[in-house]
Antibody, heavy 121, light 108 residues
Framework: QLQLQESGPGLVRPSETLSLTCTVS??????????WGWIRQSPGKGLEWIGS???????HYNLSLKSRVTISVDTSSNLFSLKLTSVTAADTAVYFC?????????????WGQGTLVTVSS | SYDLTQPLSVSVALGQTARITCGGP??????VHWYQQKPGQAPLLVFY???NRPSGIPERFSGSNTGNTATLTISRAQAGDEADYYC???????????FGGGTKLTVL
């Protein structure tokens, strides 16, 4: 059973960089059918896709966040990571990682439980 | 940019049929996916590519997509179906995943 688990600091200061890791267990991240994505949800709000990465390193990003986002992958450790720079209070959210099926549909079929990141001094 | 429009809330009587819509220009030409999210939980894929149900999702959940509206239908609604529901597409023009604003389903 494939599982995803987010990890990282729960508190980040304004203007600093948010860094999260998603560890994939129960299956290889190097699977040709999938990208691996990050989605966030601000308190009381809807879902916002941040970006997705293929095991080769190819990426797609939300254009509204692209200038501040970097997603990377480490196939040897079976994990992928998110960096979001210059954070503000508006970046306070629950951050989810998810497997992103990338053939004939492009949907998120398995999700991590999510991790709350608060931006505050 | 392409926008997905969902009603903020839908109410349904216990045992009746709930229909949650997702609107967008010519959305019928796109693959639409649906997620259920209960409080404090991660979203759960309940329908994909308009009319496909993942294993473990009850047959009471069905989907359709035509014209400018995609619809998630929940038959014989149960108290456990109360949740937020989100539609999602992949916009090929911008290579972007887009979510609708979400619909809160209340079972009365």
């Amino acid at each position: 059973q494939l599982q995803l688990q987010e990890s990282g600091p729960g508190l980040v200061r304004p203007s600093e960089t948010l860094s999260l890791t998603c560890t994939v267990s129960g299956g290889p991240i190097a699977d040709s059918s999938y990208f691996w994505g990050w989605i966030r949800q601000s308190p009381g709000k809807g879902l916002e896709w941040i970006g997705s990465i293929y095991y080769s390193g190819s990426t797609h990003y939300n254009l509204s966040l692209k200038s501040r986002v970097t997603i990377s992958v480490d196939t040897s450790s079976n994990l992928f990571s998110l960096k979001l720079t210059s954070v503000t209070a508006a970046d306070t959210a629950v951050y989810f990682c998810a497997r992103h099926y990338f053939r004939d549909g492009y949907y998120f079929d398995i999700w991590g439980q999510g991790t709350l990141v608060t931006v505050s001094s | 940019s392409y926008d997905l429009t969902q009603p903020l809330s839908v109410s349904v009587a216990l045992g009746q049929t709930a229909r949650i819509t997702c609107g967008g220009p010519d959305i019928g030409t796109r693959n639409v996916h649906w997620y259920q999210q209960k409080p404090g939980q991660a979203p759960l894929l309940v329908f994909y590519r308009d009319s496909n149900r993942p294993s473990g999702i009850p047959e009471r959940f069905s989907g359709s997509n035509t014209g400018n509206t995609a619809t998630l239908t929940i038959s014989r609604a149960q108290a456990g179906d109360e949740a937020d529901y989100y539609c999602q597409i992949w916009d090929r023009d911008s290579s972007t995943a887009l979510f609708g604003g979400g619909t809160k389903l209340t079972v009365l």
